[in-house]
């Protein structure tokens, strides 16, 4: 039930192509879900995130889905770069006693290629 | 730049030593996070501080410990070190006020146990 399971593995799009990743979680208490991105040799970065109580949020090309009844989250983005080129990690948390939410837990993250 | 400085970058130990890792917060971030990145289990949370004080537990074992000192640095304590344990072990700090749960990452302390 803590898990967050994140398919594909591995993406190759060409530049300029639309690129898909889809989270799928078990846990209902989870209400906050966060996108991150790592480069090699860096930390994770957030890229966007989403609570529940929306089906979807923009942020330029990056855009979350997220369809709660069927408990499954998807970042969407749009006319990929080279520089997109990164791995891309879904997350989830809930509040813990002190209110914070930052004890995610990730998904196992996809390896993004972006062809020029 | 996250402005979460790590220390250091790379170790490499022996089995059963024991190891000490130190993160330094942004500054005015009040909580720290400690997250353990490995290929067969990925990113797990291990730990959090905040203000000094321990607030959140994630999968840390026994022969692991961390704390939070009054400057809000942080030190993990790996020890008994086995060779499972490599690993690339992040701190990531955050204001940690409500809707505003994004997390800083630092760029990590690859641990090497030969």
């Known amino acids: 039930q803590q898990q967050v399971k994140q398919s594909p593995q591995s993406l190759i799009v060409q530049k300029g192509g639309i690129s898909i990743i889809n989270c799928a979680y078990e846990?209902?208490?989870?209400?906050?879900f966060p996108w991150y991105q790592q480069f090699p040799g860096k930390g994770p970065a957030l890229l966007i995130a989403?609570?529940?109580?929306?089906s979807e949020k923009k942020e330029g090309r990056f855009t979350i889905s997220f369809n709660k009844s069927a408990k499954q989250f998807s970042l969407h983005i749009m006319d990929s770069q080279p520089g997109d080129s990164a791995t891309y990690f879904c997350?989830?948390?809930?509040?813990?006693?002190?209110?914070?939410?930052?004890?995610?837990?990730f998904g196992k993250g996809t390896k993004l290629s972006v062809k020029p | 730049d996250s402005g979460v400085t790590q220390t250091p970058k790379h170790l490499i130990t022996a089995t059963g030593q024991r190891v000490t890792l130190r993160c330094s917060p942004r500054?005015?971030?009040?909580?720290v996070y400690w997250y353990q990145q490995s290929l067969d289990q990925g990113l797990q949370f291990l730990i959090q501080?905040?203000?000094?004080?321990?607030?959140a537990k994630g999968n840390i074992l026994e022969r692991f410990s961390a704390q939070q000192f009054p400057d809000l640095h942080s030190e993990l304590n790996l020890s008994s070190l086995e060779l499972g344990d490599s690993a690339l072990y992040f701190c990531?700090?955050?204001?940690?006020?409500?809707?505003?749960?994004?997390?800083?990452f630092g760029s990590g302390t690859q641990l090497s146990v030969l």
């Open positions: 990531a700090s955050s204001v940690d006020v409500a809707h505003d749960e994004k997390l800083f």
């Open positions: 846990n209902t208490a989870f209400d906050y």
């Open positions: 989403i609570r529940p109580d929306v």
């Open positions: 997350a989830a948390s809930w509040a813990n006693y002190g209110g914070s939410q930052g004890n995610l837990i």
């Open positions: 500054s005015g971030d009040l909580s």
């Open positions: 501080y905040y203000n000094g004080e321990e607030r």
